[in-house]
Nanobody, 117 residues
Framework: QVQLVESGGGLVQAGGSLRLSCAAS????????MGWYRQAPGKQRELVAS???????NYADSVKGRFTISRDNAKNTVYLQMNSLKPEDTAVYYC???????????WGQGTQVTVST
């Protein structure tokens, strides 16, 4: 069992920045992936960025060069630094934890990010 607590969402002007945080607690596997997904109204949930235990990262093409994902394994926390935000980044952002051994996925409750023009 894993619990995820997200924070850092908010309302910003285009070009602004936000940093999202997600802290995981519970039965944390030594090998796992943590990441961020987002879902805008009327659209499918999509992967934004993910990071493996060894620090390997993956980004959606739409956020490359603007967003940076990082993790602190000692704290079981993942961060998403979002710079140069665009209105199309507006969505609910969900933290995800994937246990590679069990295959289980866990999700945070979501945090709203709104970027105005």
């Amino acid at each position: 069992q894993v619990q995820l607590v997200e924070s850092g969402g908010g309302l910003v002007q285009a070009g602004g920045s936000l940093r999202l945080s997600c802290a995981a607690s519970g039965s944390i596997a030594s090998i796992n992936t943590m990441g961020w997904y987002r879902q805008a109204p009327g659209k499918q949930r999509e992967l934004v960025a993910s990071t493996w235990t060894d620090g390997t990262t993956n980004y959606a093409d739409s956020v490359k060069g603007r967003f940076t994902i990082s993790r602190d394994n000692a704290k079981n926390t993942v961060y998403l630094q979002m710079n140069s935000l665009k209105p199309e980044d507006t969505a609910v952002y969900y933290c995800n934890y994937h246990n590679w051994l069990s295959g289980f996925h866990y999700w945070g409750q979501g945090t709203q990010v709104t970027v105005s023009t």
